[in-house]
């Protein structure tokens, strides 16, 4: 009896030497993957009491950002983990905590950027192949008039045609272009502007390019809101601005345009936009890093930038610019044209917007004479009930606005 004593005590001295516990405050609470955020801690020994300056290591391999690996509790046996914009990627990564040998599992709900502003999307993508196509052999529009020498950036909404325009050709990336609308009915392009529809200002006098259409709620009630880049030299980057209107033929420019200009990142281009269902705008561009993506909470007058831009870095068969994107049911669908001296189209899908699987080509250049070199600005559309895409097309032959339906 006397010799098991010692054995028993020896026992229970080793189980007060560990022992600790590291309770989370509010751990497991959905959070923005681009909201700064600190974690909150507090380590107590068996006992319940407070374990003061001892040292805790963290681990999360799935950080996309320097973590602070050591930390240390303070007096109250409190400690802190601050985690930058972005260093989460969305999804459910566990945190471990490491005190004394002892591993403590926090798992996080992280979710896609949005979730602040009340955008709840599913996180990552989906792998889904794109349509095949058939290109009808003549276009909806060609040069005319004011834009003679181009014709392109064609985007509908209802029957609002907006496109791009320009009379001359500039040696170098930037030609002169202007904005300018249409309606298409029936299959027909008609009441063409006489000229281009937004008075060129200060920031925009050079060029005002790739003008994509919203129906939004304005002072007055349900208005067009027409978004397009522009620049006001070609040494300078572009930037996004805007100007609305109730009957699509006269527009006013936003007093506080431009609305975008992702200065700390070389410009913002070719804007795509989606009203969602949350009320929020989500704008995909081009940047020198590829496409990228930014919110507006403020129905477009301003934007804040995606933490971990680009979505879509430049791919190996070229850069990328001219993104357009559809909400599909319960996924993205994007299109948007790779290349370098000749572009086609190229197809990529996600759930949150910002992770995409890019997927087969859409399509390349045609067998007709004004699309044979180039295609771009696809944008998806139903013409007379038959699905397909408005893009526009340079060839050898010319150039302009077609249709390429979708083959069952």
Not at 30 to 51: I, K, M, W, Y
Not at 303 to 331: I, T
Not at 384 to 400: C, Q
Request: proline content about 9%.
């Amino acid at each position: 009896m006397h010799s098991t004593l010692p054995l028993v005590l020896l026992l229970i001295l080793s189980g007060c030497a560990g022992g600790e516990e590291i309770v989370g405050d509010d751990i497991a609470s959905p959070r923005d993957e681009c909201s700064a955020d600190c974690l909150h801690f507090s380590l107590t020994d068996l006992h319940g009491n407070a374990v003061a300056n001892a040292a805790v290591t963290a681990i999360l391999p799935a950080a996309r950002k320097p973590l602070p690996t050591t930390l240390q509790t303070d007096d109250a046996g409190n400690l802190t983990l601050c985690l930058e914009p972005g260093t989460l990627p969305a999804g459910t990564p566990t945190l471990t905590l490491k005190a004394k040998g002892d591993d403590h599992l926090f798992p996080l709900d992280i979710r896609p950027f949005g979730y602040d502003a009340g955008r709840e999307r599913d996180v990552g993508a989906p792998a889904i192949a794109p349509p095949r196509l058939s290109v009808r052999p003549e276009p909806l529009l060609t040069p005319q008039s004011w834009f003679s020498y181009q014709v392109t950036s064609p985007n509908l909404q209802g029957d609002l045609l907006s496109f791009s325009g320009t009379d001359e050709f500039v040696a170098g990336p930037h030609n002169p272009y202007r904005a300018g609308t249409a309606r298409l009915i029936g299959g027909v392009v008609t009441d063409i502007s006489p000229g281009p529809v937004i008075p060129a200002s200060a920031w925009d006098s050079v060029s005002q390019h790739d003008p994509y259409v919203l129906r939004q709620s304005g002072a007055t009630g349900e208005q067009y809101v027409l978004y397009y880049h522009g620049r006001p030299d070609v040494e300078v980057d572009p930037a996004i601005g805007r100007a609305s209107s109730t009957d699509g033929i006269t527009w006013t420019p936003d007093p506080g345009n431009p609305v975008f200009d992702n200065a700390d990142n070389r410009g913002g281009n070719h804007p795509a936009l989606i009203l969602s269902e949350e009320g929020l705008v989500e704008l995909w561009y081009g940047s020198i890093d590829g496409l990228a993506f930014a919110l507006s909470t403020d129905g477009g007058a301003s934007f804040e930038n995606y933490c971990m831009n680009p979505v879509l870095p430049p791919q190996p068969d070229g850069s990328l610019k001219a993104a357009d994107v559809r909400w599909n049911v319960d996924h993205y669908e994007m299109t948007f044209a790779v290349g370098k001296d000749v572009w086609k189209t190229a197809w990529a899908t996600s759930y949150d917007g910002t992770t995409w699987i890019r997927g087969d080509d859409l399509l390349a250049g045609g067998s007709h004479g004004w699309d044979s070199h180039t295609t771009v600005n696809m944008q998806y559309i139903e013409l007379e009930g038959v699905p397909g895409y408005l893009f526009a097309g340079i060839g050898d032959d010319g150039n302009g606005i077609g249709f390429a339906e979708i083959v069952p």
